[in-house]
């Protein structure tokens, strides 16, 4: 009886207890980005590991840019429907992540460590790329192999099957 009281209670509190979803994420180099290097001018941004960065106006599909920050909650939510999306599609689309308005740049480094982020991503500190993106995150643009933005989501992407055909539908990559 004793062993039964025991077993059940084990049972109990392997049942009530969270389940991990941690996935480690790698602050990688961004030298795999894709861009016209002819490209000149326009907004320059560096890599989050400290490596050479990209020109956003160089960059070239097909290609998925998530802009996002590490104090961004719909931001958070939205990663596991991106590490999907990059372990589906890595090899037929480039996706690159753009880290903006940090309080420090440490913020960013932990946020791709602690998310599962395993894909480049640029750093911009303060702002600038506004310019570009806009404002607010979570946005995520869709760009086409000639460098031109042939979709722009704003918000949180809630799931993988929105992802695939928003990427299939403006990139005409089905994955």
């Not at 009886?1 to 025991?6: A, G």
């Not at 001018?41 to 070239?60: P, V």
């Not at 602690?114 to 303060?126: A, F, H, S, V």
């Amino acid at each position: 009886m004793k062993r039964l009281v025991i077993a059940a209670a084990m049972l109990l509190l392997t049942a009530c207890s969270p389940s991990s979803t941690f996935v480690q994420g790698e602050v990688v180099s961004c030298e795999s980005i894709l861009q016209d290097k002819s490209f000149t001018g326009g907004i320059y941004m560096d890599c989050l590991d400290r490596s050479e960065g990209a020109q956003l106006g160089a960059l070239r599909g097909p290609m998925v840019v998530n802009v996002w920050g590490s104090w961004c909650g719909p931001c958070k939510k939205e990663m596991p429907v991106l590490r999907a999306f990059h372990e589906r599609a890595k090899d037929k689309v480039q996706l690159i992540g753009v880290d903006v308005e940090e309080a420090n740049f440490d913020d960013g480094r932990r946020f791709v460590e602690r998310n599962g982020i395993t894909w480049p991503n640029l750093y911009d500190p303060d702002g600038r790329s506004r310019e570009y993106f806009g404002l607010g995150v979570p946005v995520t643009w869709f760009i086409a192999p000639d460098g031109s933005v042939a979709h722009k989501h704003i918000g949180i992407i809630n799931d993988l099957d929105e992802i695939l055909t928003l990427t299939e539908k403006h990139l005409g990559v089905k994955l």
